[in-house]
């Protein structure tokens, strides 16, 4: 699976969009950009994926640029409940399908 | 609708003890299941995953080990615990099917004395 590289750490005020990037320079074509968050002391949630279509669900927006080669979260209304450890992860959709979780930007929601 | 379950939630345990802990998914056949640990300040690693009963692959070698008696559930487990086996545990399925994100209990901290 690609490696991917994040910020450590980002600052959103609420009721902002918050943007979250992720470079993965090394994806192939038959990878998927998936995103999750973890708020503290809890498991991962599933947030939202795409391959290189911009893809919208109730929770984010994700935007892929044309080369693939790197992505942006978006969060369109920051609430404080949106504070977390937000994690970009690329994957290969066949096989063991296993996830390989880096140290993803750590989110910080301000009021 | 599928739910996973883990626990216990937090468990304390001396260096020397064995362990088991437990997750089960509702509401679906055949999933792919995982096993995740988390070190404190760091990101997840995978431990093992199944994509059926009896099937285990394991990703790293370690003093634990994983099983799948039944469809549904997925035990990990170790004879004699070590200091470095503390962290937080997650189970994570996704259906067999391609293209599936992954969804995560909500995890069992371990804590080794």
């Known amino acids: 699976d690609a490696k991917t590289t994040q910020p450590t750490s980002m600052d959103c005020a609420e009721g902002r969009a918050a943007n979250l990037p992720c470079n993965h320079s090394?994806?192939?074509?038959?990878?998927?950009v998936y995103w999750y968050r973890q708020i503290h002391s809890q498991g991962p949630q599933y947030i939202i994926h795409?391959?290189?279509n911009n893809e919208t669900n109730e929770m984010a927006s994700l935007i892929i640029t044309e080369d693939r080669k790197s992505s942006t979260l978006i969060l369109p209304h920051a609430t404080l409940r949106d504070t977390a450890v937000y994690y970009c992860i690329v994957r290969v959709n066949f096989g063991n399908e296993k996830l390989t979780f880096g140290t993803g930007t750590r989110l910080t929601i301000i009021p | 609708s599928q739910t996973i379950h883990q626990w216990p939630a937090t468990l304390v345990q001396p260096v020397g003890s064995p362990l088991s802990l437990e997750c089960t998914v509702e509401?679906?056949?055949?999933?792919?299941l995982y096993w995740y640990r988390q070190a404190a300040g760091r990101g997840l690693q995978l431990l093992f995953y199944s994509v059926g009963i009896g099937q285990i692959s394991s990703e790293v070698p370690q003093n634990l080990s994983a099983s799948r008696p039944q469809d549904w559930q997925f035990i990990l487990s170790s004879k004699k615990l070590l200091l470095s086996d503390s962290g937080f545990y997650l189970c994570?399925?996704?259906?067999?099917?391609?293209?599936?994100?992954?969804?995560f209990g909500d995890g069992t901290r371990l804590s080794i004395l």
């Open positions: 090394t994806i192939s074509g038959n990878e998927y």
């Open positions: 994570a399925w996704t259906p067999g099917q391609l293209n599936q994100p992954q969804h």
């Open positions: 795409g391959l290189k």
């Open positions: 509401g679906t056949s055949n999933p792919n």
